[in-house]
């Protein structure tokens, strides 16, 4: 007896076999591909000539197979029905056209030939006349698309098989033929209709008309498909930049661009909550702290001049400073609405805040100088690495540009500079680098993480680099 296990292991050879084929015959693809740099350099070009919008792509693949099978219809008419009727109609012409001449040579009764002239025409719709024998003319060019030419020649030469001569170019809806007989050469005038079948482009017609209406169909569904998708990436694109996400935004288009639209709402509105928790946290310890604070400096200011309270002050305002920065840092840009800014005013407000402390300070700018930001939050962003730049370096240049995409803003100075390995480090919070700055100088070390918090809520980022100057290259790169 065999057993279900033998059956299955057949099953699974039999199935399996055909599998590692297809994989194998894969494999001996991609290494044939990889084996002729021609090939691969082909498909690399129309790679990166093909459309890279959602749109174009998906146009492409409805348009792809609709051309392609239009195109195998049009052939597939154009070798069998097209052809087939030409050739029978071309058949027909010459058989009556062989008739004639048997008529004309076996019944000599009709001697002036009037009676086989008005048969010809009036029952076979053929204007035939018989001329002297002489030499019939020389052949003309034929046709570029000469299926009727090759046709009818074919057919004479082999219904008739005598001395012929056509014209299917002369007149455009008649088609002259010679044949050279004994005594006379007969010619014979036929309606085009008669020997090709001229209304195929009717056929081509209905065919070309109906797939460009099936196209338009095809271009309005698929921009409203599309046009969903586009929406959703406008508003993640303008929530990653630090924007309000358009107002009119809602889920829209097909099942699962909704589902998308609806779960990009609900993370914004988890981001926003959470921004929104730690703010208010931040927020209510900073105002307690105040008070605590408030309560130092009255009692610093009702002490006088009777103790040194001048070491107790300058912790106190320390004690300010950090807080300021530590609400700062929680508020982020929250709140404020993106306008339209001058960078060039903005450099010159940060160099004149760098010459005010005592330092050189050169500022320039290539491009457009209007960008669409938060302006308070982005003047801190800069003013942080001016701050930073002006603490450690005396002399500092600020150079920015701006091309289609990106607003890039380079910080540089000529100080100590920052370790390559610890470059990445400086920008968590309240990270201090002790070994490579100056120790005595306070901060809270929120300065580079507040920085970087805003740049990356307009959508770009910060870099530190060597400066030309010998110090540290701070760079800001943020979408336009």
């Excluded at 009709?110 to 010809?120: E, F, Q």
């Excluded at 928790?277 to 927020?283: D, F, I, N």
Aim: hydrophobic content about 40%; glycine content about 6%; some cysteine.
């Amino acid at each position: 007896m065999v057993s279900l296990s033998s059956i299955s292991n057949g099953l699974n050879n039999r199935i399996s076999r055909p599998m590692r084929t297809g994989r194998h015959i894969m494999r001996r693809s991609l290494r044939y591909v990889r084996s002729r740099p021609g090939i691969r350099h082909t498909l690399e070009f129309l790679g990166r000539q093909m459309p890279k919008g959602l749109y174009a792509r998906s146009l492409l693949i409805i348009i792809t197979p609709v051309v392609i099978l239009q195109s195998v219809v049009a052939y597939v008419f154009m070798e069998r029905h097209w052809q087939t009727v030409t050739w029978r109609l071309s058949s027909m012409v010459t058989q009556e056209i062989a008739a004639i001449i048997d008529v004309y040579e076996n019944y000599p009764q009709d001697a002036d030939r009037a009676v086989l002239t008005r048969i010809a025409n009036d029952r076979l719709g053929l204007t035939i006349t018989f001329l002297p024998p002489d030499p019939l003319p020389p052949a003309t060019e034929k046709p570029f698309f000469s299926l009727l030419d090759r046709t009818l020649s074919q057919e004479i030469s082999r219904q008739i098989a005598r001395p012929f001569w056509i014209d299917t170019v002369g007149k455009s809806k008649l088609v002259e033929i010679r044949i050279r007989l004994d005594d006379a050469v007969l010619r014979v005038f036929a309606r085009r209709s008669q020997t090709y079948a001229s209304n195929s482009h009717i056929f081509i017609a209905w065919m070309v008309g109906t797939a460009l209406v099936l196209l338009a169909v095809a271009l309005i569904f698929m921009r409203n498909q599309v046009k969903p998708i586009q929406q959703l990436a406008d508003a993640a694109e303008a929530f990653g930049k630090g924007r309000d996400v358009p107002e009119d935004f809602k889920p829209a288009g097909a099942r699962e661009v909704r589902r998308a639209a609806a779960a990009f709402l609900v993370m914004r509105e988890r981001i926003e909550r959470q921004i929104e928790q730690r703010t208010t946290m931040l927020a209510g310890v900073s105002h307690d702290l105040r008070t605590v604070l408030t309560r130092f400096k009255l009692q610093l200011a009702l002490a006088g001049s009777e103790t040194d309270v001048s070491d107790l002050t300058r912790d106190v305002d320390e004690m300010q400073h950090m807080l300021e920065d530590y609400l700062a840092f929680a508020r982020g840009d929250s709140g404020e609405q993106s306008a339209n800014i001058d960078i060039n005013d903005l450099f010159e407000e940060l160099r004149a805040d760098a010459e005010r402390l005592g330092h050189h300070a050169e500022v320039s700018f290539r491009g457009h100088p209007h960008v669409v930001v938060k302006p308070n939050a982005f003047k801190r962003c800069l003013s942080n690495l001016v701050a930073n730049a002006t603490r450690f370096g005396n002399n500092i240049r600020i150079s920015g540009k701006r091309d289609a995409d990106w607003l890039t803003i380079m910080v540089d100075d000529d100080g100590p500079g920052i370790p390559e390995d610890q470059r990445e480090s400086v920008f968590r919070p309240f990270f201090r680098l002790d070994d490579a700055r100056n120790q005595d100088i306070g901060g809270t070390g929120l300065g580079l993480a507040i920085t970087l918090d805003i740049a990356r809520a307009h959508g770009g980022d910060v870099k530190l680099e060597d400066s030309p100057l010998g110090g540290l290259r701070a760079i800001v790169r943020v979408p336009v």
